[in-house]
């Protein structure tokens, strides 16, 4: 009997015992009790936030047993993680997003994300409160990362999003990237916690990936960026917030 065998035995209903818990579930039964379990787990999230969510609780809501939720999923920020990925691919599947890879249906599939933050207030709250906190478990923080480059973030990995912008290193396109992340989640912390307004945060999040993208665009490209720039604030001559950038 090989390590693994020794250190797992599986129970006939799916759960397991010692040191090496496995999250495999072949039978339909153990599917959608997965499902059901993070089903309950977003809606949890969503009132509670991450700071609310508790084992027990969902244990309570998803009619399931703490040991089979560990047995399932490992740890509670599994759990939460795979939360909320499967509700942003869900939403992402929903708002049929824009698929193309050119600058506009970047911007344009940003915007539709915008919205879906905007309906879904404390659930944005509670990410951007694990994206940002110092002891935040990397396993949701990866998660978020994944939320990202499934949204706004698939432009930088698609072929037109490549030839829009100047030659770069992979090095260079992930730390732009990461810039991109963050400032994101900045915004979306200004708004949820009232430091600015729905109107402030759409246009924010737009003119901010503009400028940040804008010095590293090809000429056409960089071009386009600054109509986007001017159609959404107004141009420099004008005396809008951009004057002397």
Not at 26 to 51: C, F, H, T, W, Y
Request: aromatic share 6%; charged share 25%; with cysteine.
């Amino acid at each position: 009997m090989g390590r693994q065998a020794q250190l797992v035995t599986l129970r006939q209903d799916g759960e397991t015992t010692g040191s090496t818990p496995r999250r495999r579930y072949a039978s339909p039964l153990m599917a959608d009790r997965k499902n059901r379990i993070l089903s309950e787990a977003q809606k949890l999230l969503d009132e509670a936030g991450v700071d609310g969510f508790t084992i027990r609780e969902l244990s309570r809501r998803a009619g399931v047993a703490q040991r089979t939720l560990y047995n399932v999923f490992g740890s509670k920020e599994e759990i939460v993680a795979s939360a909320i990925e499967l509700h942003f691919q869900g939403l992402v599947a929903s708002m049929a997003l824009p698929v193309g890879g050119e600058l506009d249906q970047m911007i344009d599939r940003g915007a539709a994300i915008v919205e879906w933050v905007i309906r879904l207030r404390r659930y944005a709250s509670a990410m951007v409160g694990v994206f940002f906190a110092p002891n935040a478990d990397p396993r949701i923080h990866e998660s978020l990362v994944r939320v990202w480059r499934s949204g706004v973030g698939a432009w930088f990995h698609s072929e037109r999003g490549r030839g829009e912008l100047v030659r770069m290193s992979p090095g260079q396109r992930e730390a732009l990237a990461a810039i991109i992340l963050n400032t994101g989640y900045a915004n979306i912390g200004d708004w949820t916690a009232g430091r600015i307004s729905e109107a402030e945060f759409r246009r924010r999040t737009r003119v901010n990936l503009l400028l940040i993208c804008r010095g590293y665009l090809r000429p056409k490209a960089r071009a386009r960026a600054d109509a986007l720039i001017a159609e959404t604030y107004g141009p420099a001559s004008e005396g809008g917030p951009l004057t002397g950038l």
